[in-house]
């Protein structure tokens, strides 16, 4: 059975740091590509972030590049999200979200998502 | 980047009666390898959101054959043909043609 375990969210404040994990099991993790998908409370779903199978392609959405950094590790079945220079709408549930096969189609594997709250 | 517009916002339906959600991109969702990439996503009150349709028509191994889709272009269109209580969430399109990928503000299906 696919799982993906999100973990690292909390409460921080603005300006600060929080690194999301994401662990992976059920599946050859090194063999698919991942997303970052977050919702903030009561919004919508918004993508923010996708890396391929052997890292060799990563991409951010605008809202969020140059302060994230997506990373894999394929030996630990991890990935993870390092949030810098958190902002207030930085506040939402992440995803970590597994692609079918191609990024296209979506993600057909989501974790539970973990709570990140940026206030002071 | 691809707007998703999707109409409506709210849809309180009776049970088991059809429901139609339907879905505009800002641009042709039709991608060089002539494939288009519209997906459908549900998400249950306090779940994960869930694929439900991949490439406009094709449904996730299962998802109720109660749940279709359909359309080309820019205009795609999710159909219940008789809602369950089960499918009270809101439910997501999202394009994967254009990077990056874009989902529509989604639809609270709800009953009446």
């Known amino acids: 059975e696919v799982q993906l375990v999100e973990s690292g969210g909390g409460l921080v404040q603005p300006g600060g740091s929080l690194r999301l994990s994401c662990a992976a099991s059920?599946?050859?993790?090194?063999?698919?590509?991942m997303n970052w998908v977050r919702q903030a409370p009561g919004k919508g779903l918004e993508w923010i972030s996708y890396?391929?199978?052997?890292?060799?392609?990563?991409y951010y959405a605008d809202s969020v590049k140059g302060r994230f950094t997506i990373s894999r590790d394929n030996a630990k079945n991890s990935l993870y999200l390092q949030m810098t220079s958190l902002r207030a709408d930085d506040t939402a549930v992440y995803y970590c979200a597994r692609d079918s096969g191609t990024a296209r189609t979506g993600s057909n594997y989501w974790g539970q998502g973990t709570l990140v709250t940026v206030s002071s | 980047d691809v707007v998703m517009t999707q109409s409506p916002l709210s849809l309180p339906v009776t049970l088991g009666q059809p429901a139609s959600i339907s879905c505009r991109s800002s641009q042709s969702l039709v991608y060089s390898d002539g494939n288009t990439y519209l997906n459908w996503f549900q998400q249950r009150p306090g779940q994960s959101p869930r694929r439900l349709i991949y490439k406009v028509s094709n449904r996730d191994s299962g998802v109720p054959d109660r749940f279709s889709g359909s359309g080309s272009g820019t205009d795609f269109t999710l159909k219940i043909s008789r809602v369950e209580a089960e499918d009270v969430g809101i439910y997501y399109c999202?394009?994967?043609?254009?990077?990056?990928?874009?989902f529509g503000q989604g639809t609270k299906v709800e009953i009446k």
């Open positions: 890396i391929s199978s052997s890292s060799s392609t990563i």
């Open positions: 999202m394009q994967g043609t254009h990077w990056p990928q874009t």
């Open positions: 059920g599946f050859t993790f090194g063999s698919y590509s």
